[in-house]
């Protein structure tokens, strides 16, 4: 793989892991592998980086940062643990789920990488790769998913230098994401504010979570104009192609993108999972969109995909690819 001059392409070996980390220290871009998507790493404390991370994604910036560490005792440093909000992190952490919790006063965390709010989101990310860089920089890392605002999230590092490259430092790559789909995020903010809240659903399956917690999880209650995940905004997950959703046959002129056993069709067709299998749909998703993309396809028919398990989050990021755009795109990838 070719990087523009600017973005240097690591391998995954000690002395990369110890580059990156020097990088970051530096105030340096780096984007590295997790099991759900790739990230774009920046220093949390240092708002300069914090600020070329908004510019290099072209993000707006409302939007507020996951900060990443590499166990429970730095996530605790950052932030405050209910009863709920300890049981998940037990049961889930090292692994695809993101807290939303009350900051701590001195949490490290650059004020822009938490745009105004009093809650900060933390996750303990389960790659090898991930946790060796946040070990041996031993600091909080923020990072939102290696892409150009508005567009799919990279599962890949060739994803990532399609989106980013010349405008970051680095890229690890590790070669594709384990989970394909980003973390589920769940808030955890005491009594007041109500119980264990579903902000996005994502790698996690909702039942797991509600099976730890033995309840239901709630769905955010919007009080304002402000989104309780601004990063839900409708269109956020967009390819250029339209998409036409629980299609049962494709069209003259369409491309499919199919689940399960597909129909017979002579046009361009992407399986997210042949033996209809969720875990697979979900790690395929966001490189299916992208390769139908590259295709040229001007719309996608999609075939219907269950909502139980990881089958509500590829549902979630479906709906928000078919919708109408409402953020401006940046141009060609
Ligand atoms: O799997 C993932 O979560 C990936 C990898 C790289 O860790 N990261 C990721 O980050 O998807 P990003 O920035 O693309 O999405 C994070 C979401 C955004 O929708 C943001 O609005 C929300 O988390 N968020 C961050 N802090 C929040 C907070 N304090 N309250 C509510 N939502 C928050
Ligand atoms: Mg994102």
Redesign the pocket.
């Known amino acids: 793989m070719t990087a523009e001059p600017g973005t240097r392409v690591l391998k995954t070996d000690r002395q990369s892991i110890e580059a990156a980390a020097r990088c970051l220290g530096q105030g340096g871009l780096v984007a590295f592998p ?1 099991e ?5 790493g920046a220093d949390a404390g240092n708002g300069e980086a914090v600020a070329r991370l908004y510019a290099a994604k072209g ?1 707006p910036a409302f ?4 900060a ?1 560490v590499a166990d429970i005792a730095a996530a605790r440093r950052i932030a405050t643990f209910d009863a709920a909000a300890e049981a998940l992190a037990a049961a889930f952490w090292p692994g ?1 789920l ?1 807290l ?1 919790l009350p900051r701590r006063a001195n949490c490290g965390v650059a004020d822009l990488a ?2 105004g ?1 009093d ?3 933390v ?1 303990v ?1 389960a790659h090898p790769v991930a946790h060796a860089l946040l070990e041996v920089f031993n600091g909080p890392v923020v ?4 892409n150009r605002s508005g567009h799919v ?1 990279p599962t890949s590092a060739a994803h990532v230098l399609n989106d980013l490259r010349g405008r970051i430092d680095m890229v690890i790559d590790a070669g594709a994401c384990a989970v394909g ?3 589920t ?1 769940v ?1 955890c903010l005491g009594k007041n504010l109500g119980e264990p809240t579903l ?2 659903p ?2 996690l399956a909702r039942e797991q979570i509600e099976r730890v917690l033995g309840r239901v999880l709630a769905v955010p209650l919007v009080a304002d104009e402000t ?6 905004l409708a269109s ?1 997950y967009a390819p250029k192609a339209k998409l036409r959703l629980n299609a049962q046959t494709p069209r003259d002129g369409e491309a499919l993108l199919a689940f399960g056993p597909a129909p017979a069709f002579a046009g361009t067709t992407f399986n997210l999972s042949p033996r209809a299998d969720l875990i697979e749909a979900a790690a395929n998703l966001f490189s299916h969109l992208r390769a139908l993309d590259a295709s040229g396809a001007k719309s996608i028919a999609v075939m219907s995909v269950p909502h139980d398990g990881l089958g509500e989050a590829i549902n979630d990021r479906l709906a928000r690819a078919a919708a109408p755009r409402t953020i401006e795109r940046h141009g060609a990838r």
């Open positions: 997790t759900t998507v790739y990230g774009l993000r939007n507020p940062l996951i990443h695809p993101t939303v938490l745009a709010l809650s900060v989101a996750r990310p990072a939102p998913s290696a999230s789909m980003e973390s995020i808030a902000l996005r994502g790698g989104p309780l995940a601004p990063g839900m956020h």
